[in-house]
């Protein structure tokens, strides 16, 4: 059996922007010193005249953003995510959300799976604080396909969007012809009876391990794929508390304000159900391999079937 493909969704997003760019004259990149980890050098190189190196000055560059945006161009910032999202988050707030601009936050390097760059690198905050701000579309992709269909929906969406993508090389599960990308709405990418597990970005791919884990333990789990955790598919989400009664959330992320707090959210309004959030649990992460980090803190494939096998017993 041949391996699978995997591809870190930094890497989709550089190669994403260069065709886009090829289709859009009006599109810039704004990059922070960090073109080669960000991967829009792929786009400098192509379009050397469209890439705009800020310095290391993110919150400059969140504000040369605004301003571009109000004169027909359609930007997108790019940095890690602990400087999109925390370091500029005044900005974003400020100069982007408060007068609804049309620009795009491509956010790399989130979550642990930074790896050795440790704590103060591996944001898990962002989606929580990207979701506080009215109007803030906030995209998190599972993969390669995801990735790419999700920058051209960002291009596309009048408004400002936080576009989260990662670090470590993620297998490929959306390369099927009737694959479709609509913000806003969730995918289901398994059916189940008995239990609902509700993933967003690399934990998608780790869910749907899990779940073929424990049908071998006569658990039947639906995996759900939210790629948009804001808009929230709700719709999506309460009809699978109906159906299974019992929800399990996965994110690299911190469990307040993420993934977990929105299905709460959305489920505690409108169809009362139990739900585990399983994510980072209001701790900080450590310096290690992205892997070995995410086994720890119970993200992979094994956490999250221990966790809902255990609870489903």
């Not at 997108?76 to 400020?94: H, K, L, P, W, Y």
């Not at 944001?123 to 269909?149: Q, T, Y």
């Not at 090389?169 to 289901?188: L, S, T, W």
Request: hydrophobic share 40%; glycine share 10%.
């Amino acid at each position: 059996m041949s391996e699978v493909k995997k591809i870190a969704t930094r890497d989709s997003y550089g190669n994403a922007l260069v065709e886009l760019g090829k289709e859009h004259e009006n599109l810039l990149v704004l990059d922070a010193d960090l073109a080669a980890a960000t991967k829009t050098g792929v786009f400098k190189k192509e379009f050397p005249e469209r890439h705009i190196d800020c310095g290391i000055a993110e919150a400059n560059m969140t504000g040369i953003a605004a301003g571009l945006s109000t004169t027909g161009f359609v930007p997108f910032v790019s940095t890690f995510a602990m400087f999109a999202a925390g370091r500029s988050f005044e900005q974003v707030r400020n100069s982007i959300g408060y007068p609804h601009l049309n620009v795009k936050i491509g956010a790399t390097h989130a979550g642990i799976s930074v790896g050795e760059d440790g704590a103060s690198h591996q944001c898990n905050e962002d989606i929580a604080l990207m979701r506080s701000i009215p109007g803030m579309v906030v995209i998190n992709p599972s993969d390669d396909v995801e990735a790419k269909a999700a920058v051209k929906a960002a291009y596309e969406h009048e408004g400002p969007v936080y576009l989260r993508f990662g670090r470590l090389a993620v297998p490929v599960i959306n390369d099927n012809a009737d694959y479709k990308f609509e913000i806003g709405k969730g995918v289901e990418l398994r059916d189940g009876k008995d239990c609902t597990i509700i993933a967003t970005g690399l934990c998608v791919s780790e869910a749907l391990e899990a779940a073929e884990k424990l049908a071998a333990d006569g658990i039947d789990a639906q995996v759900i794929n939210i790629h948009t955790i804001k808009p929230l598919d709700e719709e999506l989400v309460i009809a699978a508390a109906k159906k299974t009664g019992r929800i399990f959330t996965v994110e690299e992320h911190s469990i307040i304000g993420g993934l977990g707090a929105a299905v709460s959210e959305c489920l505690s309004e409108n169809c009362p159900t139990k739900v585990t959030r399983i994510g980072m649990n209001d701790v900080f992460g450590e310096s290690g391999p992205a892997k070995e980090l995410l086994h720890k803190y119970k993200l992979d494939a094994d956490g999250i079937y221990e966790r809902v096998s255990a609870e489903m017993k």
